[in-house]
């Protein structure tokens, strides 16, 4: 009794580091609990499964996101506007962690409340700029693709807003990337958007993806890269939407010998049947 009334500075020591140690452990789990919530939130924003979407088996559609940490800066929407129409879009946003999830979210809403009140995809894209642009403190920013499908003619209207430019993938195996490019969200108010289009045939695809997929890193450094891709996307072309994004990325898992991801890896196919 007489030690434990008066602890030798020893035991004072030892007593302040456990305090300090129980302390620590307590504030990790209540940021891990914290993250893992802020995970499950961020996965809820994105579209749930496209094939509960009303196709009538005029086009397959599916996407994926692997985030590099608890969250991620990726996101990607799949959702149809009405007339017969397909939306596809996917993005990144710069940087990492929390802040880039708080953006993405703030994007991701941007972007679904444009295309309630514009219906081109450049109107859709300018307005989205303008109301990021004016709510941007930290001056972050997002780079984003919108396309639009027509599943009856096959019509795809789209604008790139600084992003990886998507793969056409023909039902002959031939692989292309789409051309066109611009400025990313975020950084130049009144900026004007410009659109392309191209027409896709039955069997035709479009793959979207985040540089996460191309510049993944293997164990001697190099980087998985866009021909790579291309390749693999060539050799799934008679496979479907959801298993394209699979082969893709169960390649990129190989060719990173399982490593965990440095950048979100985020892909979305569709395919016009």
């Known amino acids: 009794m007489d030690d434990l009334n008066n602890p030798s500075p020893e035991m004072r020591t030892f007593a302040d580091a456990f305090r300090r140690l129980a302390l620590q452990i307590t504030r990790e789990r209540r940021q891990r609990d914290e993250m893992a919530s802020a995970a499950l939130i961020q996965r809820a924003m994105l579209p749930g499964d496209p094939a509960d979407l009303p196709l009538d088996g005029r086009c397959d559609a599916f996407g994926d996101m ?137 069997g035709d695809g479009v793959f979207l993806y985040t540089d996460g997929v191309t510049e993944s890193i293997d164990p001697g450094g190099e980087e998985y890269g866009e021909a790579r891709l291309a390749a693999r996307l060539c050799a799934a072309r008679a496979l479907g939407a959801e298993a394209r994004v699979k082969a893709v990325m169960d390649d990129v898992a190989r060719f990173t010998a399982g490593a965990d991801p440095f950048d979100d890896i985020t892909c979305l196919a569709a395919v016009l049947n």
């Open 66 to 202: 692997q985030a590099a940490r608890d969250v991620g800066g990726d996101f990607y929407d799949v959702f149809m506007p009405g007339g017969g129409r397909l939306a596809l879009t996917i993005g990144d946003v710069c940087g990492k962690g929390v802040p880039a999830a708080l953006f993405m979210s703030q994007t991701m809403t941007t972007l679904r409340m444009a295309a309630r009140q514009h219906a081109s995809a450049p109107a859709i894209l300018e307005a989205a700029n303008a109301m990021l642009c004016a709510h941007n403190p930290s001056l972050m920013f997002a780079t984003a693709f919108w396309g639009v499908l027509d599943l009856a003619d096959g019509r795809f209207e789209y604008v790139n807003c600084g992003h990886c430019p998507p793969l056409i993938l023909r039902a002959d195996g031939s692989c292309e990337p789409l051309p066109g490019g611009g400025t990313a969200l975020g950084l130049a108010p009144g900026k004007r958007m410009a659109s392309h289009e191209i027409t896709l045939r039955p």
